[in-house]
């Protein structure tokens, strides 16, 4: 099974991505077969001068999204470490139309 994965993604103020997501999804060894980057959000509030004002310091946050491949049968474990990974905002099982026909702005 398939899933697309919707982390929060912390930045700091220049822009500049500040950590990485995935390090939160703690996931016992064979439970993952692949994983493939999608893409990244910026925070809303950068403007145009790529930079954030001092009032928008707390609006440090944008995305990362991945698909992973789940082992048939750890389902269950994936999903147990994406609701304690305490950053995953949101997930979705992909159908195997869209895992196999990636869009074009998906690396494959």
Known sequence: MVYRVV???RFNAKGEETDDPTRH??????????ANFVERTEPPSLHVQEEMDEDD?????GTESWDYDVA????????FAMANSEIVMEYAELDEEVVGRR??????
């Open 25 to 34: 999804l703690s996931l016992p060894d064979g439970v993952l077969l692949d």
């Open 57 to 61: 310091d707390f609006e440090a946050f």
């Open 7 to 9: 982390f929060r993604k």
């Open 72 to 79: 048939d049968g750890r389902e269950d474990e994936f999903r």
């Open 103 to 108: 869009l074009p702005h998906e690396p494959s």
